[in-house]
């Protein structure tokens, strides 16, 4: 009986899509059960901002695809909207399958990022390549 791992391909399929080596692409085929018990966020910085930090160039530059147009979304800015969504999606949407986008500025770091960044290449022997 697994009935202990109810729920659990969402966010195993995100965490192995972070480990995946090389340009493989992960397909999910998740169970209507997981899926609608699910709130999702999806934060949209307009690319891979810790990669720029280590070694900026074009690569580093994606699509920025229509979110709202691939499933029923809610986009936020400000934390104002973000409460907002997020009651909704535990209130009314409660029996829906909820994505968040969460829309920052690329730049939108830690401080303690970009000094990790310079030293990862640093590191890495590479030179950083301007766009």
């Known amino acids: 009986m697994q009935c202990g791992s109810i729920g659990w391909s969402g966010g195993a399929t995100l965490g192995y899509a972070q480990a995946v080596k090389g340009s493989k692409r992960v397909i999910a085929f998740i169970g209507d059960g997981s899926f609608q018990n699910s709130i999702n966020f999806l934060i949209n910085n307009g690319g ?10 074009p690569y580093n530059v994606i699509n ?6 691939l499933v029923d979304l809610s986009s936020v800015r400000h934390e104002e909207e973000l409460k907002e969504a997020i ?23 830690s401080k303690e990022l970009p000094e990790w960044g310079s030293r990862v290449c640093s590191a ?5 390549n301007p766009q």
Do not use: M
């Not at 009314?92 to 939108?108: G, P």
């Not at 890495?124 to 950083?128: C, F, N, T």
């Open 48 to 57: 891979y901002t810790i990669e720029v930090e280590i070694h900026d160039g």
């Open 124 to 128: 890495s022997s590479r030179p950083p």
């Open 87 to 109: 009651e909704t999606a535990v209130g009314s949407k409660q029996a829906c399958l909820c994505f968040i986008e969460v829309i920052v500025h690329k730049d939108d770091t």
């Open 64 to 69: 920025n695809w229509d979110y709202t147009g």
